[in-house]
């Protein structure tokens, strides 16, 4: 191969593998510091410890491809919590876990009406939504803890198959779903047409609006399975927790190539930036760096991945080269954009 050649693998790799390959290198970086971090111990750990934002981070998938954005996702984390362990306490825990499921839908469903019907900013909308969920999630808790005893949630936040987590297979089986349904199926197809781009995509006879607003659906009824996981593990839910989880959900999808701008991204990029986020939460933790400092880089790397993902689409301009025309007998000279004048 020619060094031309190597020069535009070496592009073609970095551009669609870059988040793998900067995995691998990470991954070696720790190991090197830590003996102990490839341990069936430490990483069942991090799975189950990531599950809930990996769950979520599958839904927001959805959300950014679809050209979205959705910032609710916390307090819908938080209310499901919270729901779920109040009805549980007195009710059936298949009660709870359904209600806690349609309250997610229905933020979802809120969500996306007002952003494709009234017209309101994503960012203001689940901004908003998000204000308001965590402010009912305090009303109804009384701003307590509310504990909760159930096989069923305990189960699913805290049991265990032989040595593996069942959150940790149900956040498998989730993205693998996630990814055939976004890969494979017509709805994803609209989904990444809609992002790429709207009026093209409802002029060829796509309901624009309601796969949009199925997208935030998708988004927070996953928020809330992921708070019926969190009740399980802690045994508790409150209206507190949760603060800014919305960041590592986003984060996870923006590190991994998952385009802000809509139209472009996979759901296996999704998991190799939440395996990223993931390692590197475990190496701070295990290296005892500041917990300031670990918002800083994590601030930092959620900025570049959004500097790369605009740079990689800004329009590339040719460059200006002279041309003769000959215009009613007279020769002028002129700029058009191209190669080298002829």
């Known amino acids: 191969m020619t060094a031309a050649g190597t020069l535009r693998l070496g592009r073609v790799v970095g551009r669609d593998y870059?988040?793998?390959v900067a995995l691998a290198a990470f991954l070696i970086v720790v190991q090197t510091q830590n003996d102990t971090f490839f341990t069936q111990t430490n990483l069942l750990n991090i799975g189950q410890q990531w599950s809930s934002v990996g769950i979520m981070a599958v839904g927001m998938t959805f959300v950014l491809v679809g050209g979205g954005f959705d910032l609710s996702v916390g307090a819908v984390y938080a209310f499901s919590a919270t729901l779920a362990a109040g009805i549980g306490a007195h009710h059936s825990a298949a009660l709870a876990f359904a209600a806690a499921l349609a309250m997610g839908a229905g933020v979802g469903l809120v969500n996306g009406l007002l952003i494709t019907k009234v017209n309101v900013n994503p960012f203001i909308t689940t901004l908003g939504t998000g204000q308001m969920i965590r402010g009912f999630a305090l009303v109804y808790s009384g701003a307590n803890i509310l504990p909760l005893e159930s096989h069923f949630f305990t189960t699913l936040?805290?049991?265990h198959v032989g040595a593996v987590p069942v959150s940790f297979i149900i956040l498998v089986v989730v993205f693998a779903v996630g990814a055939v349904v976004l890969a494979r199926s017509v709805y994803g197809r609209w989904v990444y047409a809609i992002g790429g781009n709207d009026e093209a995509s409802y002029l060829s006879g796509i309901r624009t609006d309601a796969v949009r607003t199925s997208t935030y659906v998708l988004s927070s009824t996953c928020a809330a399975f992921a708070g019926c996981i969190y009740v399980g593990r802690l045994g508790s839910g409150q209206?507190?927790?949760?603060?800014?989880?919305?960041?590592?959900?986003?984060a996870a999808a923006l590190i991994g190539g998952i385009s802000i701008m809509g139209?472009?991204?996979a759901m296996w990029r999704t998991a190799?930036?939440?395996?990223?986020l993931a390692v590197l939460q475990?190496?701070?933790n295990?290296?005892?760096?500041?917990?300031f400092w670990q918002s800083v880089v994590k601030g930092g790397i959620i900025v570049g991945a959004v500097a790369i993902d605009s740079f990689s689409k800004r329009p590339r301009k040719r460059p200006?080269?002279?041309?003769?025309?000959d215009v009613g007998g007279r020769l002028w000279r002129r700029p058009q954009r191209g190669g080298p004048a002829a």
């Open 18 to 20: 870059g988040i793998l």
């Open 157 to 159: 936040g805290d049991g």
């Open 239 to 250: 209206a507190s927790i949760g603060q800014g989880i919305e960041f590592d959900v986003i």
């Open 263 to 265: 139209g472009a991204g």
């Open 272 to 276: 190799a930036g939440l395996a990223l």
């Open 282 to 284: 475990n190496f701070f």
């Open 286 to 291: 295990q290296t005892n760096v500041n917990g």
């Open 320 to 325: 200006l080269r002279m041309v003769v025309q």
